[in-house]
């Protein structure tokens, strides 16, 4: 079993930055990509950015220049530094890995989301 646990949301105004964390734990032989979801009240889940385990990264155009994805592969952690937060990024923040655990193919795991609430 493995498990997500996401740590770092929060309340901040605008203009503001937060870094949210993700470290994966359990039955873990390798993780491929990692990467952030959210969803906005009223809103369908929209990819926020991804990393593979070279490092490669991916960014919605919404969040390029503002934010910056980064993991730790000995710690099996994902990083989300958001920094000119603006009130539409406010949502639920869920990170994700795709996770092989050395049995059969790799499958995603979901951590349990962690809320950005961007206001004045």
């Known amino acids: 079993q493995v498990q997500l646990v996401e740590s770092g949301g929060g309340l901040v105004q605008p203009g503001g930055s937060l870094r949210l964390s993700c470290a994966a734990s359990g039955s873990i032989f390798r993780i491929n990509a990692m990467g952030w979801y959210r969803r906005a009240p009223g809103k369908q889940r929209e990819l926020v950015a991804t990393?593979?385990?070279?490092?490669?990264?991916n960014y919605a155009d919404s969040v390029k220049g503002r934010f910056t994805i980064s993991r730790d592969n000995a710690k099996n952690t994902v990083y989300l530094q958001m920094n000119s937060l603006k009130p539409e990024d406010t949502a639920v923040y869920y990170c994700?890995?795709?996770?092989?655990?050395?049995?059969?193919?790799?499958?995603?795991?979901w951590g349990q989301g962690t809320q950005v609430t961007v206001s004045s």
């Open positions: 994700y890995a795709d996770v092989y655990t050395g049995y059969g193919s790799s499958r995603d795991y």
């Open positions: 990393i593979t385990r070279g490092g490669s990264t």
